[in-house]
């Protein structure tokens, strides 16, 4: 080619690529429609799946309809440069309980009962569990250092039994706001409880139980953990487990320490003051059991549409859902598969809606990924993996946006922001809504730590500014209280129940709602200049800060 040849076609080509981008500026953004939210939602929860447990013949059909689907809009592999799929391990771990065996010695005498007493299971995958050593009370179990909080005062508790409070330290007159007032802080979760008895090296801990302070009753600990418990596997790096996790109703917690000459109600008391110390009981705890032990693997789905500006493009914003549900359980009303058309088809749905759209819409400066999780109704271990195991840097992925269940019953008027008090997230959503005369509806059960409970939280605890985005209580055109009715009706006959299964009459225009905000709402992440943040008070802020930093 001569040169004259040369620079008529780069001149061509740079035509064409602004051409190109301007076409995309001007191009209106892709429709999402009730239609194929409803072929999405009808598929993942219809009998063939057999409810989507991970692990079986259903999950895996549930994670290749997910990648397909991802394909054909043109959205690229999340997982490297060549797959959708992120393997994540799980060991399934139960004890037998005709061996679970709880006795104390020392200072009191006593054989707890299993169910009745205590709830303990194994703190690992392994064939047998123990721990036996001096029980100390240590308060809350909290080192909160933006509390200016430290429950264990440097005390030694290597190879103890931990007895600790459920729930954060109360709010007093003096610190109204210590620890979030009525809102639960992650260090008042049974979660966090365990996570820094094994920091500490203890052998084993019990959770005191009382029903305000857990906000469920007994029976709720006993048919949640006296089953099989799902983990994923330790990595080298991880402190050694604990031997043996549980809970010990308050009853038996007060009875056992009374022997020891010691006041349950005397030891709360102390444990509400900053100057706290661990108190040695002189009880000794001895937990034994034998365990049967599965190892299995599921997969997370993940897509990615990349940005378009040169450096911004190596961040991303994460939209997440998980597609996993129960399987095939106990039968009710003559139905054994638990579809899981709601919880959560509905969210797997609607975000393969949005990830069609990126693909086939203006991109913008940042890049989207799209992260479909396994394992949520484990114990979120499917986001816990990707926590662990970002298939791009944690530091690098500014925010993340969770749905878990949608709106079905038509559009709403407030929406349902988990974390909303945590991070910028909040008041950048609100104020992107408010223009829709949309509002952002307050939790209306703070202290039950709803922000902890679904898959945004497993980002959160890497330090990435997370929300769980659904509808509200509010719906268009239904008088008040009917969108209360219709959630406290779906919790008693369809949640966790084969019940909960595609109906022909969904409205999803609550759905397509949903789906453009959170759309929306990722674009403005993804083109502004700035990213979002943590609030000053804010558990996870500290670990951002230091991952950005370290960029």
Do not use: C
Not at 12 to 35: C, E, G, N, Y
Not at 132 to 160: C, H, I, M, S
């Amino acid at each position: 080619m001569t040169r004259a040849s040369v620079l008529l076609s780069l001149a061509f080509v740079t035509m064409l690529s602004a051409a190109s981008a301007s076409a995309q500026k001007s191009a209106p953004p892709p429709r999402i429609t009730s239609d194929e939210i409803d072929a999405h939602l009808r598929f993942l929860s219809s009998d063939l799946l057999e409810g989507r447990a991970p692990a079986t013949r259903g999950g895996r059909i549930a994670e290749e309809y997910i990648a397909a689907q991802l394909r054909a809009f043109g959205v690229k592999p999340g997982v490297g440069d060549s797959s959708y799929f992120q393997r994540v391990p799980i060991d399934v771990v139960k004890a037998d309980p005709k061996t679970i065996k709880v006795a104390a010695s020392g200072k009191a005498n006593a054989n707890l009962r299993f169910t009745d007493d205590v709830v303990v299971w194994p703190g690992s995958a392994t064939d047998a569990s123990s721990a036996r050593g001096e029980l100390v009370f240590v308060g809350y179990g909290a080192t909160a250092p933006e509390y200016k909080w430290d429950d264990f005062k440097g005390v030694d508790v290597r190879g103890k039994i931990l007895l600790v409070l459920v729930n954060d330290p109360p709010a007093t007159a003096a610190e109204p706001n210590l620890f979030g007032d009525k809102a639960m802080t992650y260090y008042g979760r049974w979660t966090y409880k365990f996570e820094e008895a094994e920091r500490r090296g203890a052998a084993g801990m019990l959770i005191v139980h009382t029903t305000e302070r857990a906000g469920y009753p007994w029976q709720v600990v006993v048919g949640s953990n006296s089953v099989e418990h799902r983990l994923l596997p330790r990595p080298a790096s991880a402190p050694p487990p604990i031997g043996v996790r549980g809970w010990i109703t308050d009853s038996a917690a007060t009875a056992l320490l009374a022997q020891a000459g010691l006041s349950m109600a005397d030891l709360r008391k102390r444990a509400e003051s900053r100057d706290f110390r661990p108190v040695s009981t002189g009880i000794i705890i001895d937990e034994t059991m034998r365990n049967s032990v599965q190892h299995m693997s599921s997969s997370n789905v993940v897509g990615m549409v990349r940005g378009t500006d040169p450096v911004l493009r190596d961040e991303y914003v994460a939209y997440s859902a998980h597609w996993d549900h129960l399987g095939i359980g106990p039968v009710v009303n003559g139905d054994s598969i638990y579809n899981g058309a709601v919880d959560n088809a509905s969210g797997v749905a609607t975000i393969l809606a949005i990830a069609r759209a990126a693909a086939e819409g203006p991109k913008p400066r940042r890049s989207q990924l799209f992260v479909f999780v396994t394992a949520e109704e484990s114990g979120l271990l499917g986001s816990a993996y990707f926590g662990e195991h970002p298939t791009v840097p944690a530091s690098k992925i500014i925010a993340a946006l969770n749905m878990d269940v949608v709106p079905v019953n038509g559009r709403v008027t407030d929406l349902n922001v988990m974390g909303d008090n945590k991070s910028s997230l909040g008041p950048a959503i609100a104020q992107l809504v408010k223009a829709d005369g949309i509002r952002l509806s307050p939790d209306a059960h703070p202290e039950q730590g709803h922000f902890y409970r679904s898959d945004h939280f497993s980002f959160a605890k890497v330090g990435i500014p997370s929300v769980s985005i659904g509808g509200g209580d509010d719906y268009v055109g239904r008088p008040p209280g009917w969108g209360v009715q219709q959630g406290d009706d779906y919790v008693a006959h369809r949640y966790h129940q084969p019940s909960d299964e595609y109906r022909s009459d969904f409205d999803l225009r609550g759905a397509v709602q949903l789906a453009e905000i959170v759309r929306r709402f990722g674009l403005s992440l993804a083109n502004a200049p700035t990213v979002p943040t943590w609030n000053a008070d804010a558990e996870f802020r500290a670990m951002r800060d230091a991952s950005r930093k370290g960029q």
